[in-house]
């Protein structure tokens, strides 16, 4: 099936779709478990992250930044997990940032936590902090960036405004 701009798109697992409306897009009808599976996945307070019995499409952010010769960044953990496709669309992003402004003060920080590392930071910060299972980073799709500034400080790429990226990184 395609989109109304004409892209490819697939159709999720235990999903039904309607004919296209009058605004050209197709409804999609959503089974309860098709929402925990795929990459388009609903985690947040009220949705529960269920999560799979292997990991084993994390990949480790840092290790493919060596190996296909990025021009970003700075890392605060170089055991920061995403999943291979989020992993190789960041850096993809971040080297786009280089090459067209020239700017390589992204600071790439946490990505896949565990349920226990999320506990942790629940108990550690619980105005802010998820609580485990409930976290989007559960997923190896939720990513904390940073920009850093000329005077060494650092900002949160996406807190409170698109403004607030954009003038940073002007």
């Not at 989109?3 to 309860?32: H, L, M, R, V, W």
């Not at 939720?142 to 807190?159: E, H, P, R």
Request: glycine fraction near 6%.
């Amino acid at each position: 099936t395609t989109d109304p701009d004409g892209d490819e798109t697939t159709k999720p697992q235990g999903s039904t779709t309607t004919a296209p409306q009058a605004s050209g897009y197709t409804t999609i009808q959503f089974s309860n478990e098709s929402l925990y599976a795929g990459s388009l996945i609903l985690v947040n307070s009220q949705y529960a992250y269920r999560f799979p019995t292997s990991q084993a499409s994390l990949l480790k952010v840092y290790d493919e930044y060596y190996a296909n010769d990025y021009h970003c960044n700075y890392f605060v953990d170089s055991a920061v997990q995403l999943e291979a496709v989020a992993a190789r669309a960041l850096l993809q992003m971040a080297n786009a940032l280089y090459t067209d402004t020239g700017l390589n003060n992204l600071q790439i920080g946490t990505g896949y936590r565990s349920y226990e590392v999320q506990q942790d930071l629940s108990n550690r910060y619980p105005a802010t902090a998820a609580l485990p299972g409930y976290s989007e980073h559960h997923t190896g799709f939720g990513i904390d960036l940073q920009i850093w500034d000329k005077d060494k400080k650092a900002t949160y790429a996406f807190d409170d405004s698109t403004q607030t990226c954009m003038s940073i990184l002007s």
